[in-house]
Nanobody
Framework: QVQLQESGPGLVKPSQTLSLTCTVS??????????WSWVRQPPRKGMEWMGV???????FYSPSLKSRTSISRDTSKNQFSLQLLSVTPEDTAVYYC???????????????????????WGHGTQVTVSS
């Protein structure tokens, strides 16, 4: 059973870079036909898909966040990471990492931000942007 765990600072100052890491156990991030996403939920709002890195290292991003978001991976540590540049208080949210089946059928829905096919989630980590 795959498990995901988010880690990173809980407080980030405005204009700085938010950096989070997701450590995966019980499965490899290079396993064929799976992808690994970052999703966030701001206070009193719905879940927002941010981006995904596929088993082959290909990345896709939400158009609204693409200019500020980068997702990378360290296969030796079985981790993938999120960087969000130039944060503002509107980036305050609980940030989740999650796994999703990723093939020619699900790829379209995943990269459109649909969340219903995810099969494993981290517990989430609160990040507050404040001076």
């Amino acid at each position: 059973q795959v498990q995901l765990q988010e880690s990173g600072p809980g407080l980030v100052k405005p204009s700085q870079t938010l950096s989070l890491t997701c450590t995966v156990s019980g499965g490899s991030i290079t396993t064929n036909n799976y992808a690994w996403s970052w999703v966030r939920q701001p206070p009193r709002k719905g879940m927002e898909w941010m981006g995904v890195i596929a088993y082959d290292g290909t990345t896709f991003y939400s158009p609204s966040l693409k200019s500020r978001t980068s997702i990378s991976r360290d296969t030796s540590k079985n981790q993938f990471s999120l960087q969000l540049l130039s944060v503002t208080p509107e980036d305050t949210a609980v940030y989740y990492c999650a796994r999703v089946p990723f093939n020619e059928v699900t790829k379209v829905r995943v990269t459109m931000g649909r969340l219903h096919e995810y099969d494993s989630w981290g517990h989430g980590t609160q990040v507050t942007v404040s001076s």
